[in-house]
């Protein structure tokens, strides 16, 4: 069973439960592209459970049943206090911290599932699926819709974007998701990803960046 909880970047715990994640599909424009996807006019949500949730300082361990997983870095924050049908305001009250999410794809699964016609589940919240990192409060940061984001693995450049680049801003993203899923304290929202999505394999070594001042590194277990 997993021993993840949340914590602040002094690595002192939150006093929140860990609940789910609520995940949003093609939030940034040159992703979409790049999969080959038409912008969505509205989000396209997904969740993964609390088992999906590890630490992003421990090594990220990769899925037996899959031989293509892909990284897809986000910004991700966390939920202080209850939503439902929330406005904009309501939700920037709630939002207690940001961190730097991973979300692990195991893409040859997601394309068959495609081809059939059936769920992404097992593509996207399998158990291990969300590595994220400790949290940064939210008064560090100026504004939610101008936080620099940025994934380098092996000391390459693969992805850069930045929050002003989504489709559906933060406060609006997680407003239009508590219309269908209440989100209680401890719960998290993922923002999306920029383009440069791609392949992990054993061994790889990965900085993250949430704005200017915080890195975070892990790297990909090795088999």
């Not at 699964?109 to 590595?131: L, N, R, T, Y």
């Not at 923002?191 to 999505?197: K, L, N, Q, S």
């Not at 054993?202 to 900085?207: H, I, K, N, Q, T």
Request: proline residues 5%.
């Amino acid at each position: 069973m997993s021993t993840y909880f949340h914590q602040h970047v002094d690595g002192s715990p939150f006093d929140l439960p860990v609940g789910k994640a609520v995940c949003v599909g093609r939030n940034y424009v040159d992703h979409a592209k790049e999969m080959g996807n038409e912008v969505p006019d509205e989000p396209m949500l997904f969740m993964k459970p609390s088992g999906a949730f590890v630490k992003l300082s421990d090594d990220i361990v990769l899925p037996s049943f899959s031989k293509d997983v892909h990284h897809e870095v986000e910004m991700a924050v966390l939920i202080g206090s209850g939503l439902a049908n929330a406005t904009p305001e309501q939700v920037i009250e709630s939002i207690v911290a940001c961190a730097v999410a991973i979300d692990l794809t195991a893409r040859d699964v997601q394309a068959a599932a495609k081809k059939k016609g059936h769920p992404w589940e097992k593509a996207k919240a399998f158990d291990g699926s969300c590595p994220l990192s400790a949290f940064v409060d939210v008064a560090a940061f100026a504004s939610l819709a101008d936080i620099d984001l940025a994934l380098t693995v092996n000391g390459e450049l693969r992805q850069q974007g930045n929050t002003r680049d989504m489709v559906f801003p933060t406060a609006e993203l997680v407003a239009h998701a508590s219309t269908y899923f209440s989100l209680v304290p401890g719960d998290v929202v993922l923002t999306g990803t920029p383009a440069g999505v791609g392949a992990l394999v054993a061994g790889d070594v990965l900085l993250v960046e949430l704005g200017s001042d915080h890195r975070f590194n892990t790297r990909v277990a090795k088999t």
